[in-house]
């Protein structure tokens, strides 16, 4: 197998693509191009023939087939990775292909993990029972900070390669790491999500000796990285890459008032059977709930849809954000498909006690206005990068 050329300058691509109609298929075809390796002239042709989990599945199994067939391993990593996404619980292929992705990762990317002095440097963090893998680069010159970085609902760390490169050619020493209910750590070690994000937070603080750190959550990690801020003051800067301020308002944000009030209505009356009676309806109509109420289950070991949206209630910031003592940037999008950014004002309003807070909306004239800002995802990090320049100058 060819490897990476790890000479090569480190780039983010760029670009906001309408690949499908469905809008979390056409997010997700997109997310393969930017954040993953794939490439439009494959995704392009196939991305309409998409209506149903079954068919991502397929699809993105060939365009894997056909890249390996044409030795563009970074390209089939893509797919594979991807092919297990909209995959479900209890079918066979999704621990399959999640470990083919991984093991052509390594392989592919070897040159940067191998060596005396390799350029990224792994460890393992003993958590529980489990153990969290962890990435970690150091710049080549004086460092400008620490920076701690995770996903978050649906986040496989190797996604991340790129951004933490990057990040390390801009002068932060960086440590990725995966946690509970995440990639590897829920696919192979079978680990689920908590909400108590502190805790893994701590053990990886704990082992690696850190102090001084800017944790930066994407996505959920948007209620997880200030949850661990909350708790551990290790943690100096906290940048929430998601407008994020509760897990179940945000699933249900995405309703008609109408449906939103009924639903909150079913959940005080602990009214299960409809619950799950007019989710499962939904879910057969919409696909982007069908997977969701999925893929939740299976990371948040819920019975059912009512289980689902119970535990996503314990995703809330409100409770803990008076604790919050940091400086914040919380970085949103202005047409995600997944959270109404307009949730921001509920947010700032929970946050009383932080030193400083920004928020920064990226939009769609600047190719970022998708959930994570996927399309751009440069222009984020070097926001990131130049807010904890900006506190760093402010407490000199």
């Not at 400008?144 to 190797?158: A, P, Q, V, W």
């Not at 801020?229 to 994020?244: E, L, M, P, Q, Y």
Request: charged share 30%; glycine share 8%; net charge neutral.
């Amino acid at each position: 197998m060819k490897k990476y050329d790890i000479t090569q300058p480190v780039t983010l691509k760029k670009g906001v693509y309408r690949l499908n109609s469905e809008r979390n298929f056409d997010y997700q075809l997109n997310r393969v191009i930017n954040w993953d390796g794939g490439r439009l002239e494959d995704v392009q042709p196939i991305a309409a023939k998409i209506h149903t989990s079954a068919d991502w599945k397929r699809e993105l199994i060939a365009l894997g087939d056909k890249a390996m067939s044409e030795e563009r391993t970074g390209n089939a990593i893509a797919y594979y990775r991807m092919s297990e996404f909209f995959m479900y619980d209890g079918d066979p292929d999704k621990k399959k292909y999640y470990e083919l992705a991984t093991k052509l990762f390594y392989e592919y990317y070897a040159d940067y993990f191998e060596g005396e002095q390799p350029r990224i440097e792994r460890a393992e963090v003993p958590y529980e029972n489990v153990k969290l893998p962890v990435m970690h680069v150091r710049p080549q010159g004086e460092s400008k900070g620490t920076i701690l970085i995770h996903g978050g609902n649906d986040s496989y760390f190797e996604e991340f390669l790129f951004s933490l490169l990057y990040l390390q050619e801009k002068g932060f020493e960086v440590y990725l790491f995966e946690g509970p209910g995440q990639g590897g750590v829920m696919r192979s070690q079978g680990m689920h999500f908590t909400h108590e994000w502190e805790k893994p937070v701590k053990a990886v603080l704990d082992t690696l000796g850190l102090d001084n750190v800017t944790i930066v959550g994407i996505s959920l990690g948007g209620y997880l990285a200030p949850r661990a801020a909350a708790f551990d003051k290790r943690i100096t800067k906290v940048v929430a890459w998601s407008v994020f301020p509760c897990f179940q308002d945000i699933i249900v944000g995405t309703q008609k008032p109408a449906m939103q009030k009924a639903f909150r209505v079913m959940m005080k009356l602990h009214a299960r059977p409809v619950i799950n009676l007019v989710f499962g309806k939904k879910a057969k109509k919409e696909p982007m709930i069908g997977w969701g109420l999925k893929h939740g289950c299976y990371a948040y070991e819920a019975k059912d849809a009512y289980d689902y949206a119970r535990k996503l209630k314990l995703y809330d910031l409100e409770p803990v954000a008076d604790k919050i003592t940091q400086d914040m940037l919380i970085i949103g999008a202005d047409r995600d498909h997944f959270i109404d950014y307009r949730l921001i004002g509920r947010e700032i309003n929970m946050l009383t006690n932080v030193k400083s807070l920004t928020f920064r909306l990226f939009t769609e004239k600047e190719e970022a206005q998708n959930h994570c800002n996927v399309g751009n995802g440069r222009i984020v990090l070097d926001a990131i990068c130049d807010w904890i320049s900006q506190i760093n100058t402010r407490d000199e």
